[in-house]
């Protein structure tokens, strides 16, 4: 009989994932600043913010592991000024996950996300601006249209909502 080696390399990668994210979330208090400031330069002239502006609110930091734990969650108020928004790491490993970006005049402003075969979900008002503090994703056998975080045999994905067609 054959040893089954499906569960011995999906741990492997699970593993190696979750290796690779530990230091984004052990380091989620240092840094937050100049991961800020990365999201300036990203946004350019358009931004109403310079670099050093501080964080308006944060939304913390969610892991979720085969389903089990916490979403990634914060104060997130609708504002009429911009608002700068530091959106901690997110890790889901073989679950679902879901972002929500409720604010229009909201600038977010992300350190990093990673899915592993799992859907990691942001959901975000039409009008807010989102940047991501690397300069690019990765996704491995999966899909990561959002280009904004580690995507491993799972699926990371913007979504829009609020949009007027008269705006």
């Not at 670099?51 to 609708?78: E, H, M, N, W, Y």
């Not at 890790?91 to 990691?120: D, E, Q």
Request: glycine share 10%; charged share 20%; with cysteine.
């Amino acid at each position: 009989m054959k040893p089954n080696r499906v569960p011995s390399v999906l741990s492997k990668v699970l593993v190696m994932l979750l290796l690779a994210g530990l230091p984004a979330l052990a380091a989620a208090d240092e840094g937050d600043q100049q991961a800020l400031d990365q999201c300036i330069a990203a946004w350019g002239k358009s931004s109403p913010f310079r670099k050093g502006t501080r964080a308006d609110g944060v939304i913390a930091t969610g892991v979720k592991v085969f389903g089990i734990g916490q979403s990634s969650s914060g104060d997130d108020p609708v504002t009429r000024q911009p608002r700068l928004v530091l959106v901690r790491p997110a890790v889901n490993v073989m679950g679902r996950s879901t972002i929500r970006l409720a604010n229009p005049h909201g600038w977010y402003c992300f350190r990093s996300n990673v899915t592993v075969m799992g859907k990691l979900e942001i959901d975000a008002q039409c009008y807010a601006h989102l940047a991501n503090a690397r300069e690019s994703g990765t996704a491995v056998g999966a899909a990561d249209e959002s280009n904004k975080g580690v995507a491993v045999f799972g699926a990371l994905r913007v979504k829009r909502f609020g949009c007027d067609k008269g705006r």
